[in-house]
Structure formats: structure tokens, C-alpha cells
């Protein structure tokens, strides 16, 4: 919990999970303000559930995958009730909607923490921040076309490039039976690579497709593939989703062997993957359709899809690139006081009540150490109350980048900075 630095102990947050500091948190609430955008031009609204639910409501994920097995941080509170943190923003989301029952297609978006006992490294974390989207109650391709383009134009909008789309589908329940039966014949005739996790097979033959073990990465190679025991039914509404994420610009990779991680999906399942990353750790984000999750919660039939993307993994990628999202300055204008009086106060007051992103320096510090405040404050202008210019009625501004200055009159330099634009966007 803490670590001995002398006398006094200093506490530090838990492994496996960060704080993030501005300037860092600039990015953060740019990138989630982007999505909030995104999310509403696609005309999704936001829901907020809570941080723990029952624990059954996240048991649903699956037995047999690790999210529920080996990562749920689950306990007993007060009253006696199993209680878990939320793994992922799917789970509580179903349970909102069949609890509540509100019209569907019900087409929702969030941004909420989320907690798995993973061991961490880079891009893993025992908390991490998903941004993520859910259409409940519609089993219509062009849904699943939409769920990807509001994912994939996301990335484009913050500046990603070096995403690749890959999908496949995990087909119709005639589909996933008959292929559970031959990949499971198929495992018992490799029993002895896989030794004890044989068990886990056939609890779930699919679960060892997405395994990272390096010693089966040659059976899961060779496997047999779902893509060729598609029902024609499943293979038809995957054609559609295809030909849907070209008609809009996308070029679709299908990787036959793209599962996921949890038990709820049935047909269309997708990612997104960064060139940028190194393989089988380039996940930016993904989803897919889990259309008897509802009925699973005790709900109405409702097909449904989603995604979600964590927060950190994007910036991770953004690194990578080199790239993306170049945060807005936080402040328009920084304000310098010579005159330690009313002044300042009334200036500051009357530029942030116009909309502007104004701080200032406190505690009558020297001029040099003002200028160097606001130099380091990122703004885009630093504006000094000095005695002389004050009493005839102006302001020096100066541009912090080029160091230009401007004598503005007071009366009108808040529309002075307006029509300068100070924000690009
Ligand atoms: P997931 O693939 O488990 O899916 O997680 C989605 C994304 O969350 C990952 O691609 C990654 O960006 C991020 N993520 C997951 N675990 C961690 C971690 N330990 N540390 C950092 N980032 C992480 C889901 O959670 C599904 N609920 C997605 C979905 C929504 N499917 C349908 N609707």
C-alpha cells in the first residue's frame, strides 16, 4: 500500500492503476468530448449505470472467460450481497435496459471506469476508462454498419491513421452449434498439447482460438474455421454488413479467427487494430452483436451490438503515431496584475462571463514571475494590468507564442481576443 521513504510513509495508487494529470487530462476530456459529438450526431444519448452491480449480472460475460474467472473484483458488502465492479460497459447496460424498457431500438453511448484483475502492462490496467456505444433492439445490418462507422470515423476525427478494421462473424445459433461440435473433436485431437486447459475446451471450444499462447498458435493456426459452417442464413447478413462497411468507404479485413474475449457474441464481431502497436497487443478497441444477452438478463428478445474503446490504449496508439489530438490551448488568456487592486478581478470576471478561458496569477508575485506564468500556462495571450496604461484606458497584450504585443483599450478587449479566434478547434 505504501512505500518506506523514511519517517513518513507515502501512499501510491494501487498497482495497475493511474492518475491522470493535466496536461495529459487535456487530451483525455478532448478525446471524450469528441466522442460525446460523434455519439450525438449519430443520435445516441448517454446512459450512466453504476460502478457495481449485482454480481450475476456480470457472471452472464461467461465461465469460462478470464474477465469472470480470474478478473472480476467482486465482494460481500454489509447487507450480504455479492456486489462486483464493473468489468465492461455491455453487462449493466442490458440490465438498464431490461429493467427500465425504454423504446427500441434504444441507441446509447458512455464513458465510465471499468476494473479487471488483469496483471499489468503496457496498455493493461486494473482500471481502465472505455468510451463505448450499445444499439439494443434491432437485429438490422446496417445497424452493425453504423456501430463500426461510429467507431472507425472516431478514430479518423482524433487523428488516427494507422487503424485497420477487421471482422468476422461468429454466425446464427444453428452456426455456433455445429462448429462448437467440430472444433471441440478437433481439440480432443491435440489433448495432449493442450493438457489440463483441455477441460476448458469443452466448456468452451472457442475460448482457446483466442488464447496467446505461443506454443498453440500452429493448432489455432490450423483449426477449423466457423467462416465455413456459416448457416446461409448467418452468411447472408454477414454479406450484407460487408458490402454496408465498403458502400461507406471501409475495406474490411476478415480474420476467421477473431472471437473475443467474451462469451455474449453472436454474429457480426469486429475490431479495430493499430499498425502502430506491436501484434496481438494492437487492440484499440472493439465489440460486436450479443442478441440473446436481454433474454439471457430476463428481458425481451432484443439483438443488439456495441463496442467499447479504452482511453489509455488510444493515447498509447496516439503515441505510437506520433500523432493525433492536439488538445485545445486550455486558456485563451492569462491575466497579469501590476495594479493589486479591484482591476484584475473585474477583468477576469468579465472575459470568462464572455466565454473565454482565462486564469491569472495570485499573491502579488514579482512581473517576471507572472510573465513566466503565463508562459508556461499555455495560453494564447498574456494581458497586463500595468499603472500607467491603465489609467489611459488600456491593456498590454502580448501573443505568447510570438511575444507581439498590442495596446488594447479596456473597454473592448474582450471582443479584441473574440474576433482574434484564440481557440482552434
Ligand atoms: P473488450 O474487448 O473486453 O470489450 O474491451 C474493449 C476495449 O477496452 C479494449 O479493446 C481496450 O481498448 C479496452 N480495455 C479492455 N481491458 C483493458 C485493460 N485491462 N486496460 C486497458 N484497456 C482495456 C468489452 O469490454 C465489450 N464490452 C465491448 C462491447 C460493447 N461489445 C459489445 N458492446
Known amino acids: 500500500m505504501a512505500s518506506g521513504t523514511g519517517a513518513r510513509d507515502v501512499f501510491r495508487a494501487p498497482k495497475g492503476t493511474r492518475d491522470v494529470l493535466p496536461p495529459e487530462s487535456d487530451r483525455w476530456i ?48 454489509k447487507g450480504d450481497r455479492r456486489l462486483a465492479l464493473r468489468p465492461e460497459g455491455t453487462a449493466g447496460t442490458v440490465r438498464a435496459f431490461v429493467e427500465h424498457r425504454p423504446i427500441a431500438p434504444w441507441k446509447v453511448w458512455y464513458i465510465a471506469p471499468n476494473f479487471r484483475y488483469e496483471r499489468p502492462q503496457a496498455g493493461r490496467y486494473r482500471q481502465h476508462f472505455q468510451l463505448g456505444a450499445e444499439v439494443i433492439g434491432s437485429d438490422d445490418p446496417d445497424v452493425d454498419v453504423e456501430m463500426i462507422d461510429l467507431q472507425g470515423g472516431f478514430y479518423r476525427e482524433i487523428g488516427l491513421t494507422q487503424s485497420r478494421l477487421v471482422v468476422n462473424s461468429m454466425g446464427d445459433a444453428e452456426t455456433r452449434e455445429r462448429y462448437r461440435h467440430v472444433l471441440l473433436a478437433y481439440w480432443h485431437d491435440h489433448a495432449d498439447l ?34 465455413d459452417h456459416l448457416s446461409d442464413a448467418a452468411a447472408a447478413t454477414f454479406d450484407r ?10 475495406d474490411p479485413e476478415i480474420d476467421p479467427r477473431l472471437v473475443r474475449g467474451l462469451d455474449y457474441y453472436t454474429s457480426t464481431v469486429f475490431e479495430f487494430r493499430s499498425s502502430a502497436l506491436s501484434a496481438g497487443q494492437d487492440t484499440i478497441g472493439g465489440g460486436g452483436r450479443y442478441d440473446r444477452l436481454s433474454e439471457e438478463m430476463g428481458g425481451p428478445p432484443a439483438p443488439a451490438i456495441g463496442f467499447g474503446t479504452g482511453i489509455e490504449r488510444i493515447l498509447i496508439v496516439a503515441g505510437a503515431e506520433a500523432a493525433v489530438t492536439r488538445a485545445r490551448p486550455r486558456l485563451d488568456a492569462f491575466v497579469i496584475d501590476t495594479l493589486d487592486n479591484d482591476a484584475a478581478l473585474l477583468l477576469v470576471h468579465e472575459l470568462r462571463e464572455s466565454g473565454l478561458a482565462v486564469d491569472r496569477s495570485f499573491g ?17 495571450y498574456g494581458v497586463m494590468l500595468a499603472p500607467r496604461e491603465y489609467e489611459h484606458g488600456v491593456v498590454i497584450v502580448k501573443e505568447l507564442s510570438t511575444g507581439e504585443q498590442h495596446e488594447v483599450p479596456r473597454a473592448t478587449i474582450t471582443t479584441w481576443i473574440q474576433q482574434r479566434g484564440v481557440t482552434p478547434q
Request: hydrophobic residues 40%; aromatic residues 10%.
Open 241 to 250: 454488413v460487408l458490402a454496408g462497411l465498403r458502400a461507406i468507404g471501409y
Open 194 to 227: 493442450l493438457g489440463d486447459d483441455i477441460a476448458r475446451a469443452v466448456a468452451n471450444p472457442l475460448r482457446i482460438l483466442d488464447s496467446k499462447r505461443p506454443d498453440w498458435q500452429t493448432i489455432i493456426a490450423e483449426a477449423p474455421q466457423l467462416r
Open 364 to 380: 502579488s508575485r514579482s512581473l517576471k514571475k507572472q510573465w513566466s506564468a503565463a508562459d508556461k500556462s499555455g495560453a494564447t
Open 30 to 77: 478532448d478525446i471524450v468530448g469528441r466522442f460525446a459529438e460523434r455519439a450525438r450526431r449519430f443520435g445516441y444519448g448517454l446512459v450512466i449505470t453504476p460502478i457495481f452491480e449485482h454480481y450475476e449480472v456480470f457472471a452472464r460475460l461467461g465461465d469460462t472467460t478470464d474477465v469472470v474467472s480470474k478478473e472480476m473484483y467482486d465482494f460481500v458488502d
